[in-house]
């Protein structure tokens, strides 16, 4: 169960990791799909046999598939902000692309509440430091500074 956060504590989480997700299976199913999503071809995500000829011997993830993967372990990892009525993307200042993620590796985000700001709207911007980490490897995937609205109450 997701852990919650009443809106006059976000402060107190300001500067601490709020959230670690589970181990997810990056396969080259879930390569292809977002191959055909986007229209990236690119040999070294869907050739096979091409690609183990290269210095990754296999094919990898495309870096915007390994960013998207954010929001489904976002969802798993973050504490739910009490009164929230949605959570909404919006954007990044800053994403770097590390290290490769061969097919067949596992995944996961760490995220830390760098900031927060209480609108008089209702709304809270989350800023994120979010991590994506590749298991057994030093090297993340991604590092990204995630900004995520929350609307609280009617909107």
Request: charged share 20%; hydrophobic share 45%; glycine share 8%.
């Amino acid at each position: 169960m997701q852990q919650k956060i009443a809106v006059q504590d976000v402060a107190n989480f300001i500067g601490k990791e709020v959230g670690l997700s589970q181990w997810r299976l990056v396969t080259q199913d879930m390569i292809n799909q977002f191959a055909c999503a986007t229209d990236d071809h690119q040999w070294i995500h869907v050739d096979e046999q091409k690609a183990k000829k290269t210095p990754f011997g296999g094919t990898i993830a495309h870096g915007f598939l390994t960013l998207s993967l954010l929001s489904t372990l976002a969802y798993e990892a973050l504490p739910e902000l009490e009164g929230a009525t949605m959570g909404i993307n919006y954007g990044f200042d800053k994403v770097r692309f590390i290290s490769p993620v061969k097919t067949g590796a596992r995944v996961r985000a760490r995220f830390v509440l760098n900031d927060a700001e209480i609108r008089p709207s209702g709304r809270v911007v989350f800023h994120y430091g979010a991590t994506v980490e590749i298991e057994q490897l030093k090297k993340p995937a991604l590092t990204a500074q995630w900004l995520i609205v929350a609307m609280v109450g009617e909107q």
